[in-house]
């Protein structure tokens, strides 16, 4: 059975690691920009940028879905 579904474990446990990167990232954004007392435009430039870096990768997702599914 694992063999069967070796593909999509695979997926799953990638997407899963780039989300934890992400987070890991964002607590460490998170930490320079307080430790840096950072003025609050510069902080909501950098969580925008943030905040577009994942909605780009859960958009290749989805599109990448789509794309496979056929539709």
């Known amino acids: ?3 069967e579904h070796y593909e ?3 997926t799953l446990g ?3 690691a780039i989300a934890i990167l992400f987070v890991l990232i ?4 998170q930490d320079v920009l307080i430790k840096g007392d950072v003025p609050k435009f510069g902080r909501w430039f950098v ?3 943030l905040f577009l870096g994942c909605a780009g990768f859960i958009a290749k997702g989805i599109i990448q879905a ?3 599914a056929g539709l």
């Open 14 to 16: 990638t997407n899963f």
């Open 47 to 49: 969580w925008l940028v």
């Open 8 to 10: 999509l474990i695979e």
């Open 1 to 3: 059975m694992l063999s």
């Open 66 to 68: 789509f794309w496979e």
């Open 26 to 29: 964002g607590l460490a954004i």
